[in-house]
């Protein structure tokens, strides 16, 4: 199995909703990581999970939590965020001592309303 | 041809034709550089990397060209197909001491691949 998953494909939330993006391999992976992605722009990198612990976040606002459940799962709960929020969100996974080889996901299409 | 502009760098080829796509990288202590292809509705993918101690790698239709003198990156598909029509983004990495990728992967602004039948 070398895909990296993404649920939900779509969500459109408001201000005040509180709602979670998932993500799962089953790669063996044990580095994973968060983007964001406007459109017509690169992915900017929002966090970095190595075995688990969060090691790298990259001055992201607080508005975005990640979290790591286990070695296949990453999460990312959502609370207050803005309509600039609004972007695609992708996941993916490596090797961890094969960071630039990342195997991403389709990636959650955000909308803030 | 190719153009660049406001927009993203756009590269329209005919089918079979060779493709080139340029990027130029900001970051002279990088260790990897990295092409990846990302089509629509898709995320990225991984198509080939380059070690910062070599200036060619080849793989499977696809050539990566390393010039550190001018901090420059290419990618050459040859044969180009329909299926290769995506936004292509170069990027780099940094390798933590002692081996280990940071993972941390910055990426170009992209260029536009459109391959016509």
């Known amino acids: 199995d070398t895909e990296v998953t993404q649920t939900p494909k779509h969500l459109v939330m408001g201000m005040t909703n509180k709602k979670s993006l998932k993500c799962e391999q089953h790669m063996g992976h044990r580095a994973m990581y968060w983007y964001k992605q406007k459109a017509k722009k690169p992915p900017e990198l929002m966090f970095v999970?190595?075995?688990?612990?969060?090691?790298i976040n990259e001055s992201v606002p607080s508005r975005f939590s990640p979290e790591c459940p286990n070695s296949s799962l990453l999460n990312l709960h959502l609370h207050a965020l803005q309509p600039e929020d609004s972007a695609l969100y992708l996941c993916a996974s490596s090797f961890r001592d094969r960071g630039y080889e990342q195997y991403f996901g389709p990636g959650t299409r955000l909308t803030v309303t | 041809g190719e153009s660049v502009g406001l927009h993203l760098p756009t590269l329209s080829v005919q089918e079979g034709d060779n493709s080139i796509i340029n990027c130029a990288y900001s970051?002279?202590?990088?260790?990897?550089f990295i092409w990846y292809k990302q089509e629509s509705g898709k995320g990225p993918q991984f198509i080939i990397d380059?070690?910062?101690?070599?200036d060619k790698r080849q793989g499977q239709r696809v050539t990566v060209l390393l010039n550190k003198t001018v901090k420059h990156l290419s990618l050459q598909i040859a044969a180009t197909q329909p299926g290769d029509s995506a936004v292509y983004f170069c990027a780099e990495n940094m390798v933590r001491a002692g081996g280990t990728s940071y993972g941390k992967l910055t990426f170009g602004q992209g260029t536009i691949l459109t391959v016509h039948p």
């Open positions: 970051n002279s202590a990088s260790d990897y």
């Open positions: 380059i070690r910062s101690n070599m």
């Open positions: 999970y190595s075995y688990e612990k969060l090691s």
